[in-house]
């Protein structure tokens, strides 16, 4: 194949995973809706239940969470979540075809510019999330996280997309490899950990609302959502794990980047805008893995500090990219 | 209660609260009591009871609960966070440090707000006195509460593992089985197992006979965390280290010149506030050919500057005669200071020929306007037209030319700017002045531009424009003539020095290993009791992961049950 025409596989590809992403979405919110759900994470959240003969030290099953429905996902609707899996998997697979294709029709890897550096975030996300439902009982929220994969790969593919060609030569290096796809898994990563935050200030919401007696009326948009929801704890510590995964990749994405920028720009950190919202995003980060060691900052205050961390990140990819220009503005638009 | 164990040692069975202690480790996890315990609002700095005059300490009350509000995680975490949202303006206000010119567009279209900003150092905001004492402050809570978390952990370390509490069964797991045998025998195999594992352990007996085991595992997680923050303090002292001692400077050389690390040579210097002159390295650099390809769109593929260099006191003997290839992300190491190709551009050779038939030739650098390298300079000639028969000299008579270079003019319509930054089909366009270039007033002005306030007061008059091909000459309405000879190429380089550049790098690294050790080791204990009537228990707790650790709990219990011969008639 010539690069002319592995330039259009790499873009019926993009259009193939964008709708196999909005089938898994669809998928995911029919099981959502029709699904018994609710249960399936309490149980998640109690794990000390697994242990052998005479266990059972004192378990802190929350006293809020209502009665859990007494199936998990069942039936008709669970076959649709089964089948937004297989879509999601599908459109994973098109678009690591999608960023291969571009890698060898440019003659370089696929993370030079800023739609492949979203598209390379999306399908981090993706089969981050594959691999969480997999080990969790979750994957009937999989809309919620398709939703801002479609918007942003679909963002990606018609704002910010360029056609396939080399590299400037600033981005010519090994550090390429190594800088910015760390950096894409970072988002990637961050990503799925600030909507399982999301879910949880909706869950915990919820509870609390509950709890305070307002259960007569049951708590509207919003936390109502926090209902069908799994519980607290266990979607607490999900996001953690998540963060507490992504934060050293982060950090290693920030370092080879001053590694770089000492052999390219002569100085290892410069406050370039860029550079100065990564610094920000660490900072929150940190922040939010502190808040969660400590009283009074825990729970739900600890986990707006992770949605602050993503909104930061946001930030830095769009909003620096496109209204503050700097050393990093290599998004070829 | 308290009984002697073989070691001799006095043990009192604690609750499981005591068998928490200590467990739950920063930054996951760690409740007041354990912020208390590892240094985080540690209730009194020394307090040891009542040590010194009572007026004493009544003096420190007051400085002490500030250091306990300093270092409190509560306080690092609004320094946190004031840290992130003050760098939040080193974004959106331009900084002189990134770029001066922006600065001053800055000062000019906000000429009433821009001053009162640079009060408050909105465009010096990482060199500003509030962003330093947030950074200083966290450092210093970070100390505080680093110093005795260290102690904590060194005793942690050497210390044993915590007896057993009484009830084994309320840990968040256990299990027990009946078993046969001696009782210090079984503890002995179940120890030789949590061994085998890597657990720290220790056998105990208990007053009623009954034997324990103590196992602790995951040490690595509070060392790891404590790396990584100790080497946050060598980063810091790195970095400043560097501004204080480090120096930078940057050239612009045409190609066929050379340059000297002397700060004379340079366009630009600035030195770390600690730096002397005399601690500049001596080497020697020549542009031999500056290679610039492209693509058809006119996007640069690759930058190459061939050079040579000399370092050492050779330098001042003998020409550059180490050839290098400088390019973007490749950077000329020399000893003591690193040399970086940053920019750039063209020069037009220029050769004036006055009224005397003299020839003035020169190469300025014109600097790039845009991205197809349409170049702006000045072709300035204060010396140009004196009669050599004269003594008097005339400054009514020099010249000027400025205007722009373009590497490609455009086949057609007005030559103003290039369609290609390859020198495909270089051009001139020039303004011709004579007059008084103000050059002779002594004050330094840019060699890129004319004094337009000359222009402006008449001293300077235009005599007319050109666009010249190569090899074209113009002729002036005095006779005299200029030629557009030819072109080089010229680099901009960065040079400079960071000594803090190693210790940055070091501590950067023992971060992320810290921090992956912090985030990923599980700080667990176990405890192994066999009675003398036979029953064998066994419970542990994990503050971090006890999904993970509730399947090793199990795996090391079969293992364990292994050891011990079971009881007849019971499983």
């Not at chain 1, 029709?105 to 969480?132: D, Q």
């Not at chain 2, 008097?392 to 590497?407: E, H, K, N, Y």
Request: charged share 20%; glycine share 10%; proline share 6%.
């Amino acid at each position: 194949m010539t690069d002319a025409q592995l330039a259009d596989l790499s873009n019926t590809l993009l259009v193939v995973a964008i709708l196999a992403y909005t089938v898994a979405m669809f998928g995911y919110a029919i099981e959502f809706a029709f699904g018994r759900k609710g249960v399936v994470a309490s149980r998640a959240a109690a794990p000390a239940k697994r242990v052998l003969v005479g266990a059972g030290g004192p378990e802190q099953e929350e006293a809020t969470a209502p009665p859990a429905p007494p199936a998990p996902t069942a039936g008709r609707a669970a076959w649709f979540g089964r089948f937004g899996v297989a879509a999601a998997v599908i459109g994973a697979l098109a678009q690591l075809g999608c960023l291969a294709a571009r890698g060898f029709a440019a003659g370089r890897v696929p993370w030079g510019n800023m739609y492949e550096f979203v598209s390379v975030a999306c399908v981090v996300g993706t089969i981050t999330w594959l691999v969480v439902s997999a080990r969790r009982p979750v994957r009937y929220l999989g809309m919620f996280v398709m939703l801002p994969v479609v918007l942003l790969l679909g963002l990606a593919g018609t704002v910010l997309y360029v056609d396939a060609g080399p590299l400037m030569p600033a981005l010519n290096s090994y550090w390429l490899w190594i800088h910015v796809s760390t950096a894409s898994i970072s988002v990637g990563i961050y990503l799925i950990g600030g909507v399982l935050s999301v879910l949880y200030l909706l869950r915990e919401g919820y509870d609390r609302r509950v709890a305070a007696g307002r259960a007569a009326n049951a708590p509207g948009f919003p936390f109502g959502v926090g209902r069908h929801l799994p519980a607290a704890d266990g979607l607490e510590r999900m996001t953690f794990r998540l963060h507490a995964f992504g934060f050293p990749i982060w950090t290693f994405a920030i370092i080879c980047g001053a590694i770089w920028a000492e052999a390219a720009w002569s100085r290892y950190w410069g406050w370039d805008p860029k550079e100065t919202w990564a610094f920000i995003s660490w900072v929150v980060y940190a922040a939010y893995l502190h808040a969660r060691a400590t009283t009074g900052w825990r729970g739900p205050r600890a986990a707006a500090i992770a949605v602050l961390g993503f909104v930061t990140m946001m930030i830095n990819l769009y909003v620096i990219n496109f209204a503050v220009s700097g050393l990093h503005s290599y998004s070829g638009l | 209660m308290s009984t002697v164990t073989p070691s001799g040692e006095t043990v009192t069975p604690p609750d499981e609260q005591d068998a928490l202690t200590g467990l739950a480790t920063a930054p996951e996890d760690a409740t007041a009591r354990e912020d208390r315990r590892a240094g985080r609002t540690e209730p009194d700095g020394g307090g040891r009871g009542p040590s010194g005059p009572g007026r004493l300490n009544a003096l420190l009350e007051e400085p002490r609960r500030w250091w306990r509000i300093l270092t409190s995680m509560r306080t690092a975490l609004v320094l946190l966070f004031l840290l992130a949202l003050a760098a939040v303006p080193g974004s959106t206000f331009p900084q002189r440090d990134l770029n001066q010119n922006k600065v001053e567009e800055y000062f000019a279209e906000h000429p009433k707000l821009a001053p009162v900003l640079d009060k408050l150092s909105a465009f010096d905001v990482f060199a500003s006195p509030w962003f330093a004492a947030i950074y200083l402050l966290l450092f210093i809570s970070l100390v505080g509460c680093l110093v005795p978390r260290i102690r904590v952990h060194a005793r942690a370390m050497v210390k044993r593992p915590p007896a057993a509490p009484r009830h084994l069964d309320r840990l968040p797991v256990s299990a027990s089985a009946p078993v046969t045998g001696d009782p210090s025998a079984l503890a002995d195999a179940a120890r030789g197992v949590l061994r085998r594992a890597r657990w720290r352990t220790v056998v105990r007996t208990e007053e009623s006979g009954a034997v324990t085991v103590s196992a602790e595992k995951g040490y690595l997680r509070e060392t790891g965390n404590l790396a990584f923050h100790v080497a946050l303090v060598g980063l810091l002292v790195g970095v400043a280290s560097g501004s204080l001692w480090g120096w930078k400077a940057s050239v612009l050389t045409v190609e066929g010149n050379a340059f000297c690390d002397t700060v004379q040579a340079y366009d630009s210097f600035s030195p770390g506030s600690r730096m002397r002159d005399a601690a500049l390295p001596s080497f020697c650099v020549q542009l031999d050919d500056f290679q610039g390809t492209y693509l058809a769109n006119g996007q640069p593929e690759d930058f190459l500057a061939k050079v040579k260099y000399i370092q050492g006191d050779r330098a001042f003997t003998q020409d550059p005669d180490t050839e290098y290839d400088l390019k973007v992300n490749h950077p000329l190491r020399l000893d003591g200071a690193n040399v970086y190709l940053i920019n750039h551009g063209y020069a037009p050779v220029l050769r004036y020929t006055d009224r005397y038939g003299r020839v003035f030739e020169e190469t300025p650098a014109f600097l790039p306007q845009d991205v197809q390298l349409t170049s702006e300079g000045a072709f300035v000639l204060p010396d140009v037209n004196q009669d050599p028969k004269s003594t008097v000299r005339t400054t009514d008579v020099q010249m000027a030319f400025t205007g722009f270079f373009l590497p490609t003019a455009p086949p057609s319509g007005p030559p103003i700017r290039s369609i290609s930054p390859e020198a495909k089909d270089p051009a001139v366009t020039l303004v011709g002045y004579r007059g008084d270039t103000g050059l002779d007033s002594g004050i330094a002005r840019s060699v890129y531009s004319i004094d337009q306030n000359q222009v402006d007061s008449g001293a300077l008059k235009s005599v007319g424009s050109k666009k010249l091909s190569v090899g074209e000459v113009w002729t002036l309405d005095d006779g005299t003539t200029l030629q557009f000879a030819g072109y080089r190429e010229f680099m901009t380089v960065q040079v400079g020095h960071d000594p803090g550049e190693m210790l940055v790098l070091v501590s950067a690294g023992f971060m992320l290993v810290g921090l992956i050790a912090s985030l990923t080791v599980r700080r667990r204990r176990m405890f192994v009791r066999v009675t003398g009537d036979g029953e064998l228990t066994v419970g542990g707790l994990a503050r971090t992961d006890p999904d993970r650790f509730a399947d090793e709990f199990q795996s090391l219990v079969e293992r364990i049950e292994r050891t011990a011969p079971a009881k007849e008639g019971a499983s």
